[in-house]
Every structure is written in structure tokens, then in C-alpha cells.
């Protein structure tokens, strides 16, 4: 498993950009498909965006933030993007890292290791 530490959340007025950062503290950060999620009070972690280890890069979007988010990652820097723009009210939510060894995966229960997450507050 790896230590992951998010940051870059905050306040933002609708139409804002945002950029989140993941700093991982694994050696093997280069291995591991990187994810972001988020949540809100009293419902289920959604997908955000993913991210495979390959050299070749794969990136997946859910269909809500496509257009907007992007995904990137640094393994030089042991660090994964979440770059958001034309944020919306709907984007309100904690935002999440994840780490999972090998082949990214959409759901929140193949995920290995978890941030402790930063707040993301978008007002209208």
C-alpha cells in the first residue's frame, strides 16, 4: 500500500477552475493506477477520473465531469492531477486519491489505499 495526502481543495464561485494534487509517499508510485472520487454527506463515493501506470497513459472520465476534468499524473514526483474546470454547485464534494496495483478500476471497493481527502465547495 502507499500514503496518499491530497491537496488544493477549497471555495470557489461557479465557473472557477480548481487543481487538485496527490502526493504519494510509495517508491512504487510508478506501478500503481491512480483514481479520484468524491463524496457527499449521506451518499455513496462516485468515480470522478482514473488513471493507468502504463507509459501509454489511459484516462477515464465519468460522463458528468467530462469536458471539464482532466487527469494527469507525475511519477517523478510521486503525484496525480485532478485539474477542474467550469466547476458547478453539483461539484461540491470531498475529493478522494486512491491507489490500486495494476489496472485502474472505476469502483471505490477495488481501490487499495485512500487519501484522507480535501474539500471542494463550489457556490452559485
Known amino acids: 500500500q502507499v500514503q496518499l495526502i491530497e491537496s488544493g481543495g477549497g471555495l470557489v464561485q461557479a465557473g472557477g477552475s480548481l487543481n487538485l494534487s496527490c502526493v504519494s509517499s510509495g517508491r512504487t508510485f510508478s506501478s500503481y493506477a491512480m483514481a479520484w472520487f468524491r463524496q457527499v454527506p449521506g451518499k455513496e463515493r462516485e468515480f470522478v477520473a482514473s488513471?493507468?501506470?502504463?507509459?501509454?497513459?489511459?484516462?477515464r472520465l465519468a460522463d458528468n465531469v467530462k469536458g471539464r476534468f482532466t487527469i494527469s499524473r507525475d511519477n517523478a514526483k510521486n503525484t496525480v492531477y485532478l485539474q477542474m474546470n467550469k466547476l458547478e454547485a453539483e461539484d461540491t464534494a470531498r475529493y478522494f486519491c486512491a491507489a490500486r496495483y495494476g489496472s485502474p478500476s472505476q469502483s471505490p471497493y477495488d481501490q487499495e489505499s485512500w487519501g484522507r481527502g480535501t474539500q471542494v465547495t463550489i457556490s452559485s
Open positions: 488513471i493507468s501506470w502504463q507509459s501509454g497513459l489511459t484516462t
